[in-house]
């Protein structure tokens, strides 16, 4: 079983950064397309931002192309999203998730980081 663990969720400013991480158990974490999600009070949740297994471009939520960036170091097992020039409006709980069996479904998830932008 899969097992992801978010952690670099905080209270910050807007207009400045925060980076998020996602340690991902299993010995094939390269083989899986892994996204962040994230969920505002009263809000579904969406999806940020995703890179697939096989590589090619990420992609991004219109809403944050631009100022997120996420990456992957397989070596570590270990998802990134870097946030630059947040706003309020990307205060949600924080998500990542994997694809651990190339479903094109998200079949694992953990349990989520805060992120609160004071403005």
């Known amino acids: 079983q899969v097992q992801l663990v978010e952690s670099g969720g905080d209270l910050v400013q807007a207009g400045g950064s925060l980076r998020l991480s996602c340690a991902v158990s299993?010995?094939?974490?390269?083989?899986?397309?892994v996204g962040w999600f994230r969920q505002a009070p009263g809000k579904e949740r969406k999806l940020v931002a995703s890179i697939h297994w096989s590589g090619g471009s990420p992609y991004y939520a219109d809403s944050v192309k631009g100022r997120f960036t996420i990456s992957r170091d397989n070596a570590k097992s270990t998802l990134y999203l870097q946030m630059n020039s947040l706003k309020p409006e990307d205060t949600a709980l924080y998500y990542c998730?994997?694809?651990?069996?190339?479903?094109?479904?998200?079949?694992?998830w953990g349990q989520g980081t805060q992120v609160t932008v004071s403005s």
């Open positions: 299993g010995r094939t974490f390269s083989t899986y397309t």
């Open positions: 998730a994997a694809d651990s069996s190339r479903s094109g479904l998200y079949d694992s």
